[in-house]
T-cell receptor, first 112, second 115 residues
Framework: GENVEQHPSTLSVQEGDSAVIKCTYSDSASNYFPWYKQELGKGPQLIIDIRSNVGEKKDQRIAVTLNKTAKHFSLHITETQPEDSAVYFC???????????FGRGTSLIVHP | DAGVIQSPRHEVTEMGQEVTLRCKPISGHNSLFWYRQTMMRGLELLIY????????DSGMPEDRFSAKMPNASFSTLKIQPSEPRDSAVYFCARGSPTGANYGYTFGSGTRLTVV
């Protein structure tokens, strides 16, 4: 089955800095890679996703990159703000019919 | 998320008692998922339904756990009898309208504490 590794487990940055969270996956057939943000006391919320036919996707201050050859993908947050503080999860799956495998999560702390 | 309503938000119960967690998916794909979250094991898929039918319950830890989905807008997860190691946050999620697993909408979760 799929195995997703996520690093780092904790990331502390100053407001305005960039943050990068990295994930690797094992199943070369995986083609869908979502990212979720979980704020304290809430459920994970989908913030961005990427499919294997593209290498990068952006949405305002958030971007995801995918390297299928190396089987890794990353979340980039620029100009971080205190409200970006949360736990971020990556996931990988073979697509709509397959259950995603989640990473263990990264706790991002943005210091004002 | 307003798309999935879970109740109760918090539950504290004594070991051996029965616990029932509830989920109401408002809209979306006709798939529904129950997850358990702990510090030690992260997010674990317990069971998922498609068209109200359980498809895969291999993640259900023991016979003490059971789940039902009597209709498209309601599901329950029951633990009987409960044990302290069941303490966790339990999430219900619905699939995306574009395809079951293309992005879930999670509820706010039920924090279960078994003492």
């Amino acid at each position: 089955g799929e195995n997703v590794e996520q690093h780092p487990s904790t990331l502390s940055v100053q407001e305005g800095d960039s943050a990068v969270i990295k994930c690797t996956y094992s199943d070369s057939a995986s083609n869908y890679f979502p990212w979720y943000k979980q704020e304290l006391g809430k459920g994970p919320q989908l913030i961005i996703d990427i499919r294997s036919n593209v290498g990068e996707k952006k949405d305002q201050r958030i971007a995801v990159t995918l390297n299928k050859t190396a089987k890794h993908f990353s979340l980039h947050i620029t100009e971080t703000q205190p409200e970006d503080s949360a736990v971020y999860f990556c996931a990988a799956s073979r697509g709509g019919s397959y259950i995603p495998t989640f990473g263990r999560g990264t706790s991002l702390i943005v210091h004002p | 998320d307003a798309g999935v309503i879970q109740s109760p938000r918090h539950e504290v119960t004594e070991m051996g008692q029965e616990v029932t967690l509830r989920c109401k998916p408002i809209s979306g794909h006709n798939s529904l998922f129950w997850y358990r979250q702990t510090m030690m094991r992260g997010l674990e898929l317990l069971i998922y339904f498609n068209n109200n039918v359980p498809i895969d319950d291999s993640g259900m830890p023991e016979d003490r756990f059971s789940a039902k989905m009597p209709n498209a807008s309601f599901s329950t997860l029951k633990i009987q009898p409960s044990e302290p190691r069941d303490s966790a946050v339990y999430f219900c999620a619905r699939g995306s309208p574009t395809g079951a697993n293309y992005g879930y909408t999670f509820g706010s979760g039920t924090r279960l504490t078994v003492v």
